[in-house]
């Protein structure tokens, strides 16, 4: 099993629709869990952390599920300049300084 | 702009020859971490320093070296290229390593080909 696996997608979606994605990660003890967003030949750009709690920043809700070892993405609302696609991190244990990305999901919103 | 940049934006070497990669990192961050991203791919880890000294290692062979510099400026050096080496490498600086979850900001990457 990978450490950190994403459906790769494409999720082709209209304009304004909402989309969810997950991710799902092997270590139970991992502890750091964020979401980048990366365009076409550009590097990954950081979108959010991942908090126990769940966290917000206008159309876009992450949220973290420790029984299950998933994180999700949820973006509200989608916009043509959200296409990219979007990695999933995770720490490769508690404490430890390895990052693992996952492959990536590809987002295409459609006008 | 995250304020990390890398040196060359592009490079491409023969197999066998060998690179240099650089790295600065943001104002105010003491760590940085290198990672190899091939086409489809998601980066992988290949090691970090914290500091001047090496902080942690992926799964890549020897011939993967780095350094950093008292500015926390760092180098990735790749001797005896294969081709399998084509790839964006990214580097990410960070702070605060081992005070908890930490953020990385990635600079724009240096896209090495090698024929």
């Known amino acids: 099993r990978k450490e950190v696996e994403q459906d790769p997608g494409p999720f082709n979606v209209p304009e304004g629709a909402t989309v969810a994605f997950n991710c799902t990660y092997s270590n139970s003890a991992s502890q750091s869990f964020f979401w980048y967003r990366q365009d076409c030949r550009k590097e990954p750009k950081l979108l959010m952390s991942v908090y126990s709690s769940g966290n917000e920043d206008g159309r876009f809700t992450a949220q973290l599920n420790r029984a299950s070892q998933y994180i999700s993405l949820l973006i509200r609302d989608s916009k043509l300049s959200d296409s990219a696609t979007y990695l999933c991190v995770v720490n490769a244990a508690s404490g430890t300084y390895k990052y693992i990305f996952g492959t990536g999901t590809r987002l295409k919103v459609l006008a | 702009e995250t304020g990390v940049t890398q040196s060359p934006t592009h490079l491409i070497k023969t197999r066998g020859q060998q690179v240099t990669l650089r790295c600065s990192s943001q104002s105010g961050h003491n760590t940085v971490s290198w990672y190899q991203q091939a086409l489809g791919q998601g980066p992988q880890f290949i090691f970090q320093y914290y500091r001047e000294e090496e902080n942690g290692r992926g799964n890549f062979p020897p011939r993967f070296s780095g350094l950093q510099f008292p500015n926390y400026s760092s180098e990735l050096n790749v001797n005896a290229l294969e081709l399998d080496d084509s790839a964006l490498y990214l580097c990410?600086?960070?702070?605060?390593?081992?005070?908890?979850?930490?953020?990385?900001?990635f600079g724009p990457g240096t896209r090495l080909t090698v024929t």
């Open positions: 990410a600086s960070s702070l605060n390593v081992h005070r908890g979850p930490y953020e990385q900001y």
